[in-house]
């Protein structure tokens, strides 16, 4: 679907947009080359393009309609709602010459235009953990991204039919610039809008960007063997509010049981910083924040002998996530 420019689709009312999507013929040829299309009940960003689409029949679904909080180790909304029927999952790869806010307002227009309700919407850290996100709720990690760069919104339909249905959307602007729109669309009385077989068989391999070497909500033993054989891991879904005051939705619980897994274990706990500042005030900074964090793992009952923070700013700028400028990393001594 990548067929307006930025300029365009400033000038462009929603309205444009739909009928371009309904009607451009090089957007029929675009959708008939990857053999996969919008939903009938929402239509994509239009500079934007479907990256993986499928149907899972039947189901139970849990349509959350609240912030996400971690309770007694499982992640849970604030809200949901229970459902039963076909959902159909939807990807989409937006051009970066937009932002995630761009596409937010496109599709809450899009919303207000279809005469559907509004049921939850959140932005930012006000929606909780992006990797809970991601990896709890979607099952897709790579939606995972930086909390403030996150929009979730939750609608239900207006279709007139017997049985409506719900729709949640949810954006994210990943570390290096990648906008991705994922859409789940439930509808509690069957599909009427089938996926075509060839688009089945069409689907690309599921996309994960996160590497091995990055930590998961797994059990300790496996992430010390992960960490012993890499030597090195990068923590996830660690915000700071400051330097020296770390998000509420930061879960240091997997990496406090890696830390007490085993008595031995030594690491380095390492701070990565890049921005415009000078490189002094980046290695300040950047110190601060291994030093705050390692007071939040002592205060959790690890042993502050087993980590020295460090702070090293701007200076190790490769690693092989697609997310480096902010990492923390572990690093065996």
Same mark, same amino acid.
């Given at each position: 679907?990548?067929?307006?420019?930025?300029?365009?689709?400033? #000038?462009?009312?929603?309205?444009?947009?739909?009928?371009?999507?309904?009607?451009?013929?090089?957007?029929?040829? $675009?959708?008939?080359?990857? *053999?996969?299309?919008?939903?009938?009940?929402?239509?994509?960003?239009?500079?934007?393009?479907?990256?993986?689409?499928?149907?899972?029949?039947?189901?139970?679904?849990?349509?959350?309609?609240?912030? !996400? =909080?971690?309770?007694?180790?499982? &992640?849970?909304?604030?809200?949901? =709602?229970? /459902? #039963?029927?076909?959902? *159909?999952?939807?990807?989409?790869?937006?051009?970066?010459?937009?932002?995630?806010?761009?596409?937010? =307002?496109?599709?809450?227009?899009?919303? =207000?235009?279809?005469?559907? *309700?509004?049921?939850?919407?959140?932005?930012?850290?006000?929606?909780?953990?992006?990797?809970?996100?991601?990896?709890?709720?979607?099952?897709?990690?790579?939606?995972?991204?930086? $909390?403030?760069?996150?929009?979730? /919104?939750?609608?239900?339909?207006?279709?007139?039919?017997?049985?409506?249905?719900?729709?949640?959307?949810?954006? %994210?602007?990943?570390?290096?610039?990648? %906008?991705?729109?994922?859409?789940?669309?439930?509808?509690?009385?069957?599909?009427?809008?089938?996926?075509?077989?060839?688009?089945?068989?069409?689907?690309?391999?599921?996309?994960?960007?996160?590497?091995?070497?990055?930590?998961?909500?797994?059990?300790?033993?496996?992430? @010390?063997?992960?960490?012993?054989?890499?030597?090195?891991?990068? @923590?996830?879904?660690?915000?700071?509010?400051?330097?020296?005051?770390?998000?509420?939705?930061?879960?240091?619980?997997?990496?406090?049981?890696? !830390?007490?897994?085993?008595?031995? %274990? #030594?690491?380095?706990?390492?701070?990565?910083?890049?921005?415009?500042?000078?490189?002094?005030?980046?290695?300040?900074?950047?110190?601060? #924040?291994?030093?705050?964090?390692?007071?939040? /793992?002592?205060?959790?009952? &690890?042993?502050?002998?087993?980590? %020295?923070?460090?702070?090293?700013?701007?200076?190790?700028?490769?690693?092989?996530?697609?997310?480096?400028?902010?990492?923390?990393?572990?690093?065996?001594?």
């Amino acid at each position: 679907m990548k067929f307006l420019n930025y300029s365009i689709c400033k #000038r462009l009312s929603l309205a444009a947009w739909l009928t371009l999507l309904a009607t451009s013929s090089f957007a029929q040829v $675009e959708f008939s080359t990857a *053999s996969l299309s919008d939903h009938s009940l929402i239509a994509g960003f239009p500079d934007s393009e479907i990256i993986s689409r499928e149907l899972e029949q039947d189901i139970s679904h849990r349509l959350v309609l609240g912030s !996400l =909080q971690r309770s007694r180790g499982e &992640v849970v909304p604030e809200n949901f =709602q229970r /459902l #039963r029927g076909d959902v *159909s999952r939807i990807t989409y790869d937006v051009s970066q010459e937009f932002t995630g806010e761009n596409v937010n =307002q496109y599709y809450r227009e899009q919303m =207000q235009s279809r005469g559907y *309700s509004e049921l939850f919407s959140c932005s930012g850290r006000a929606c909780g953990s992006s990797n809970f996100w991601a990896n709890d709720v979607f099952s897709n990690r790579s939606l995972y991204g930086p $909390e403030r760069n996150q929009f979730y /919104l939750a609608m239900k339909t207006n279709t007139g039919l017997e049985t409506e249905s719900y729709i949640a959307l949810y954006i %994210i602007t990943k570390g290096n610039r990648k %906008i991705y729109a994922y859409l789940e669309i439930i509808e509690l009385g069957g599909t009427r809008d089938p996926i075509p077989e060839r688009a089945i068989e069409a689907l690309p391999e599921p996309i994960i960007e996160i590497p091995a070497d990055t930590v998961e909500i797994v059990g300790s033993t496996g992430l @010390l063997d992960l960490l012993r054989e890499k030597r090195s891991i990068i @923590l996830p879904a660690l915000e700071f509010d400051s330097d020296t005051q770390l998000s509420d939705a930061a879960d240091l619980s997997s990496t406090v049981a890696l !830390l007490n897994a085993d008595s031995s %274990i #030594r690491v380095y706990l390492v701070a990565h910083l890049q921005g415009t500042q000078s490189l002094e005030v980046l290695l300040r900074r950047s110190a601060l #924040r291994a030093a705050t964090l390692r007071e939040s /793992l002592i205060s959790l009952g &690890v042993d502050g002998g087993k980590i %020295i923070a460090q702070g090293i700013g701007p200076l190790a700028p490769a690693c092989e996530t697609d997310y480096c400028a902010e990492r923390i990393e572990l690093v065996l001594q």
